[in-house]
T-cell receptor, first 113, second 111 residues
Framework: AQSVTQLGSHVSVSEGALVLLRCNYSSSVPPYLFWYVQYPNQGLQLLLK??????LVKGINGFEAEFKKSETSFHLTKPSAHMSDAAEYFC???????????FGTGTRLLVSP | DTAVSQTPKYLVTQMGNDKSIKCEQNLGHDTMYWYKQDSKKFLKIMFS???????INETVPNRFSPKSPDKAHLNLHINSLELGDSAVYFCASSRSNTEAFFGQGTRLTVV
């Protein structure tokens, strides 16, 4: 079954620092992969997605992620953190048949001034 | 013009009551979902509907009954509410084989 693992339940950075949130997937077949962001008391918003083609995917709010098949990873990065980036971030993969999304356990990003 | 809207946003109720959460999407999607987010932010699928047909029921107690009157609506009815049902419930929709769009969530508190 498809699954994703997010390392680190909390990541703390200073404003202006690099953001790196880790996601590894388990699949022998390159899957679709998604990153979602959840701001406090809000729903989930799609940040970016990988389907096929270019392995470096750019998303909203300056985020990007690189699909690395050799490492089965899809880590999320942003060169310079902003206070408004503080939120919960979820990596997700569809199950076989794309009937549902399977989410990682989430990583809370804390940004300090 | 909200894409996926669910009501109510907050629901506080006593144990044993029956309650419903409504969801509507105006994106023309053919698939709708209910997800549950627990207090540790864990997100888990409950139900998936495709063209009004149930395609996933992920070991949810039968006190939970989804109903899809048409492709744009997927409501969730919960009977005999228990303390453990307290969570945030998210409705979502998608076109086949694409990303899901989520509603704002309904925070259910059972007291």
């Amino acid at each position: 079954a498809q699954s994703v693992t997010q390392l680190g339940s909390h990541v703390s950075v200073s404003e202006g620092a690099l953001v790196l949130l880790r996601c590894n997937y388990s699949s022998s077949v390159p899957p679709y992969l998604f990153w979602y962001v959840q701001y406090p008391n809000q729903g989930l918003q799609l940040l970016l997605k990988y389907t096929t083609g270019a392995t470096l995917v750019k998303g909203i709010n300056g985020f990007e992620a690189e699909f690395k098949k050799s490492e089965t990873s899809f880590h999320l990065t942003k060169p310079s953190a902003h206070m408004s980036d503080a939120a919960e971030y979820f990596c997700a993969v569809p199950n076989t048949g794309f009937q549902k999304l399977v989410f990682g356990t989430g990583t809370r990003l804390l940004v300090s001034p | 013009d909200t894409a996926v809207s669910q009501t109510p946003k907050y629901l506080v109720t006593q144990m044993g009551n029956d309650k419903s959460i409504k969801c509507e999407q105006n994106l023309g999607h053919d698939t709708m979902y209910w997800y549950k987010q627990d207090s540790k932010k864990f997100l888990k699928i409950m139900f998936s509907y495709n063209n009004k047909e149930l395609i996933i029921n992920e070991t949810v107690p039968n006190r939970f009954s989804p109903k899809s009157p048409d492709k744009a609506h997927l409501n969730l009815h919960i009977n005999s509410l228990e303390l453990g049902d307290s969570a945030v419930y998210f409705c979502a929709s998608s076109r086949s084989n694409t990303e899901a769009f989520f509603g704002q969530g309904t925070r259910l508190t059972v007291v």
